[in-house]
């Protein structure tokens, strides 16, 4: 094999991991919580967090949401560093207000700390939207 072939199948792996994650999106009924997730307590309605989460800006957006069960996927696009991920997120209300759990999937493959970095700025992002203080937020491994 010619050694220009070599470099031919990196570039094809990439190339074909980064169109899969830029066309794969989330979907109420697939994309589950699963084992990874972090959750958090708010005062506000689950109607009026469910409102907020669908306004969410970037670099999150909106894949699907169901406002009978107060369910929503957001995304995030693929980066230098990941291929992006889907964060499904459930909003229950409680005694006394919300409980958000956010969990995250990756959009192709990928493992190690920047799954966990980009699932800790995904619940920043939402604590800000909604003003959760940090100390409320519980986290689940």
């Known amino acids: ?29 697939r994309t589950r919580i699963g084992s990874r997730s972090l959750d958090m307590h708010t005062i506000a309605p689950p109607k009026l967090v469910f409102e907020r989460l669908s ?41 006394t207000g919300s409980r958000i759990e956010v969990g995250i999937e990756s959009r192709f493959i990928q493992i190690g700390p920047l799954v966990t970095r980009a699932h800790k700025q995904c619940l920043a992002a939402i604590e800000d939207l909604i003003g959760v203080p940090a100390a409320r937020v519980a986290t689940r491994a």
């Open 55 to 95: 306004a969410i800006g970037a670099p999150y957006r909106v894949d699907d949401s169901d406002a009978t069960t107060f369910t929503l996927v957001l995304s995030s696009p693929p980066t230098f560093t990941t291929w992006g991920f889907l964060y499904p997120v459930t909003i229950t209300a409680d005694n």
């Open 1 to 29: 094999m010619h050694p220009a072939t070599y470099m031919l199948i990196p570039i094809a792996v990439v190339g074909l991991g980064y169109f899969i994650a830029s066309s794969k999106r989330g979907v109420v009924g």
